[in-house]
């Protein structure tokens, strides 16, 4: 029994999210299972580091499989993209000590999300950036996220359903940023709560737009009341770019930035 690791890019927008759900719906799991298993030429299941939600991107997500198949590195990478649809591709494969774990060995995810600051609305990338119309000061969400920075408690920022047993993460790099009309919030963690960047940008939007104050992020980080924060921002312009692993185990980390934003 070998086994194997995968970088793997997707657009989410028509996926119903990674994990494969009971209902049948299309999920990125379901298909990149069914892929690999033609060219393993048995079932196979997979672990990712990340379980991303409906309609969230990645271009750095890392997937492990276990396989009795005998196959070069390559022939993952291109007998699964024959099998899978245009949305979702595997880029990178390398065989891994049996100890690893896409999950549980990463040490650090990192995420993107993307604003198009404009009041015109795009034909070409509304279905992969978040779109707000309100003028937004990039410089005050910046000042206003440095105060996510450490080990916190972000019960204000993780959805009600979060199934994680404690609400605690350690933001380690957070960092807002603009050219022209494009807004770019980059978040690295040793992990996520659940919809916890989604809230965290609808919250810095709210900064920016001047609806709230900068230390309104202090504030409401304190409060640990999922209620007082803003709403949940799209999925729309979320990626999974990154994903930090000890360099022992030989996978790439990232991280792997959308083409717009290279």
């Avoid at 069914?34 to 991107?57: E, I």
């Avoid at 492990?64 to 070069?72: G, L, S, W, Y």
């Avoid at 995810?109 to 779109?131: G, L």
């Avoid at 409060?223 to 996978?251: E, H």
Wanted: hydrophobic share 40%; charged share 20%; proline share 5%.
């Amino acid at each position: 029994m070998a086994r194997v690791a995968l970088r793997v890019e997707y657009i989410g927008t028509q996926f119903h999210g990674w994990q494969a759900q009971s209902s049948g719906v299309d999920t990125i799991q379901d298909y990149l299972e069914k892929a690999l298993s033609q060219v393993a030429n048995h079932p196979v299941q997979v672990t990712c580091a990340g379980r991303t939600d409906s309609g969230v991107h990645a271009t750095h997500q890392i997937v492990h499989f276990d396989t009795v198949a005998k196959r070069p590195e390559k022939a993952w990478i291109f007998g699964s993209n024959a099998h899978l649809p245009d949305s979702i591709a595997v880029v990178w494969s390398g065989y891994v000590d049996a100890d690893f774990n896409a999950r549980f060995s990463a040490t650090a995810r990192r995420y993107c999300y993307y604003i198009r600051n404009s009041r015109i609305r795009s034909a070409v990338d509304d279905q992969t950036i978040t779109r707000d119309h309100r003028p937004l000061d990039a410089g005050a969400m910046h000042l206003a996220a440095q105060f996510l920075l450490g080990e916190n408690d972000f019960s204000s920022f993780r959805a009600s359903h979060c199934q994680s047993r404690t609400p605690m993460r350690n933001v380690t790099a957070i960092d807002v940023s603009r050219v022209e009309d494009l807004i770019k919030i980059d978040i690295t963690a040793n992990a996520f709560l659940h919809h916890m960047v989604r809230n965290i940008a609808g919250a810095l939007m709210d900064v920016g737009a001047g609806i709230k104050a900068p230390t309104w992020v202090a504030e409401l980080l304190e409060l640990r009341d999922r209620n007082q924060g803003s709403i949940t921002a799209s999925p729309n312009g979320l990626f999974l770019v990154g994903v930090t692993y000890p360099p022992a185990f030989g996978v790439p980390s990232g991280p792997a930035m959308p083409m717009f934003d290279r």
